[in-house]
């Protein structure tokens, strides 16, 4: 086993913690990887409070992680000692059922392994994730990041990035459509970038009047604050697309009543209580509401590719790690601008 530091909740109330833990040792197809930076995700908050249930503590969290790889199991084809590499939100997956064979690790029917707060495979401990100095991951789930880049923005790109692009390519989001990104945040930011990248136009619908000459800086075309009901009223039955990232329990009538006929409406957050909906507000319209988990190994790769072909990357506020409790009182706040990633120099 290989001793490693990290940092964890201990129960859902009291602040994050260090914590000394094992990890597994380095088998044939694993890659060891010494984590740089790992990107501080609203999951992260809502696993460590326990507000989806089902926290097995100590949790460690962080499934945003870049770093540089320091051993590599016997039989590892793809990743050499020295290259940066990344890990996002899954570890492991079944391998074998129709959406693993599809490359949908993310819908795994038997279940994905998650970064942390899964059972890992073989062990009587959870997995741990990358608020921690180092972690051992099998090399399918491990992605090549192109050295020349700015190692922390990168980092949120493994969860904020994919989750976000992810739907814009399975709804073939491009040129033509109108989009309306719901929260910005850290999915919210990236999801700004990536759909403007692709040529649609972009609204931000956000709560917060003062992220406005934000939203225009990251390539968002109009802002509507969605407190103003004559600036909500101008934009109804407008886009084709919302992509909804709010982490809190809304109504979502009010959003959905922003789509067009045969509009659809993704759902990205994850509150924890369920949302308010009028079956009216879709049925006057033909509206969908759908939604969509991460993206899977190879999808994030390609979302890797194009964000550097692109030159995309996450806006991010670098903290060292003890600033972990503080940074989530101000997650919870909407003061991030957009994403806190971890330097973990500073462990
Ligand atoms: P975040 O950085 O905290 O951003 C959430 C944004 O939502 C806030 O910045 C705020 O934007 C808006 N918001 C917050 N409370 C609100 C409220 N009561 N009403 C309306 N808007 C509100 O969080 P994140 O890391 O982007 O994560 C967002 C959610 O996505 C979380 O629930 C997370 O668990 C989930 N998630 C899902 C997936 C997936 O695969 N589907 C992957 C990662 C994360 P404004 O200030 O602009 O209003
Ligand atoms: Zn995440
Ligand atoms: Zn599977």
Redesign the pocket.
Known sequence: MISTKGYAAFDPVQPLAPYDFERRDVGAHDVMIEILFCGV???DL?TVRSEWGGATYPVVPGHEIVGRIVKVGNLVEKFSVGETAGVGCMVDSCRSCPSCEEGLEQYCEVGFTGTYNSPEPGLNTPTYGGYSNQIVVKEDFVLKIREDQDLARIAPLL??GI?TYSPLRHWKVGAGHKVAV???????HMAVKLAASMGAEVTVL???PE?ETDATDLGAHKFVVTKDPQALEEVKNTFDFIIN????K?SLDMYASLLRRDGTMIL????PEAPELQAATLIFGRRRIAG???GGIAETQEMLDYCAEHDILSDVEVIPVNYINEAYER?LE?D?KYRFVIDMASL
């Not at 990232?245 to 809190?248: E, G, L, P, R, Y």
């Not at 990205?268 to 509150?271: A, I, N, R, W």
């Open positions: 995700c609203h999951s809502h969860c904020a989750t719901v929260g910005l945040g850290g999915l919210g956000s709560t917060s992220k990232t709010v982490s809190a809304v990205l957050g994850v509150p969509s988990l991460i997650m909407g991030v």
